[in-house]
């Protein structure tokens, strides 16, 4: 069945970086659009970042210019590099596995999350 498993979240000052990993199993990872999504506390879902199986990425305005999002194929992994992280950017982190058809922020499976706390 698909697994996906999130890990590297943590607690980290401001304008600190992070590294979220995500391990995919249970289905053919290099042929899926993969996404990272967030939920802050007391707030709902929000997409950050995706790519599609080719290797396009994609990343909405608020974590633009600080986060990229790479894959490795080979490792059925995917990959969160955070920087210049802000306290917004607090919340659990989630890799999703992209659904086919319908919107690019669409998924159908996603992980348990990693949190991830950003505060002094």
């Known amino acids: 069945q698909v697994q996906l498993v999130e890990s590297g979240g943590g607690l980290v000052q401001p304008g600190g970086s992070l590294r979220l990993s995500c391990a995919a199993s249970?289905?053919?990872?290099?042929?899926?659009?993969m996404l990272w999504v967030r939920q802050a506390p007391g707030k709902g879902l929000e997409w950050v970042s995706i790519i599609r199986a080719g290797g396009t990425p994609y990343y909405a305005d608020y974590v633009k210019g600080r986060f990229l999002i790479s894959r490795d194929n080979a490792k059925n992994t995917l990959y969160l590099q955070m920087d210049g992280l802000k306290p917004e950017d607090t919340g659990l982190y989630f890799c999703a596995r992209g659904s086919t058809g319908g919107s690019v922020i669409a998924y159908d499976y996603r992980g348990q999350g990693t949190q991830v706390t950003v505060s002094s």
């Open positions: 249970g289905f053919p990872f290099s042929s899926y659009r």
